[in-house]
């Protein structure tokens, strides 16, 4: 039975190896450069990021990065390994299929999710618990196992839907983070306005974090 266990699963064993571990989605809404930024923080506090992106989202990266991320997770994933310099298996993509990735199922999945960033289309599905592709089965799964569930929606104006869906899911403890950056540290450059989101969202998840400067501590 040890040795069952043991072998059961290559691909979970090489998993396995990072402590931290967090899932991170991109849909096809607007700021891309969120979700790279993101990544590339993640990568430095050590966590082991399981990536998933919708085909939008890919288009979303080319149009606004002129960054061509594969259709296909293993070049993906090496992709991204090469950008960011990461440990070997520390990135980690899964395709929008792949039902028996570890991020599919509450004994697998990481307590902890960002979708960076979150399309009204995915606010409306997670909200109405409807699990078409691996991005809503993820989020339903972090949902029902009680962790921790962040989407930075990006949308403008809201419609009484989107507000509706947002309130739904806050109800259930979900943390909507619209993609809205502040002013007040007097941003110089766009990427200034990319890491007051990204602090934000590393505050939320406990990370510490040094990109955003602190209110009044500028002033």
């Known amino acids: 039975m040890a040795n069952t266990i043991a072998n059961s699963s290559t691909e979970n064993n090489n998993l396995e190896g990072f402590s931290k571990k967090i899932t991170v989605a991109i849909t096809g809404a607007s700021g891309a450069g969120y979700a790279l930024r993101l990544i590339e923080c993640l990568i430095a506090a050590d966590y082991q990021v399981y990536l998933l992106c919708s085909s939008a989202g890919r288009v979303v990266l080319d149009t606004e990065l002129n960054f061509k991320l594969p259709a296909s997770p293993d070049a993906a994933s090496a992709l991204l390994t090469e950008r960011f310099n990461s440990k070997v298996e520390q990135i980690k993509v899964f395709g929008k299929e792949q039902w028996f990735s570890p991020v599919a199922s509450g004994s697998a999945a990481p307590k902890q999710m960002v979708i ?99 209110w009044g501590y500028q002033i």
């Open 116 to 214: 960076c960033p979150c399309s009204t289309g995915t606010l409306a599905a997670i909200s109405q618990g409807m699990s078409d592709n691996l991005i809503e089965r993820a989020a339903d799964v972090v949902i029902k196992e009680r962790g921790q569930l962040i989407l930075m929606v990006r949308e403008t104006p809201l419609s009484t839907i989107h507000l509706t869906n947002m309130l739904s899911l806050s109800q259930q403890g979900v943390t909507i983070m619209p993609a809205a950056p502040g002013f007040y540290h007097q941003p110089q450059a766009i990427n200034d306005l990319v890491d007051f989101m990204v602090g934000r969202v590393l505050d939320h998840l406990g990370i510490a974090q040094k990109i955003m400067p602190r």
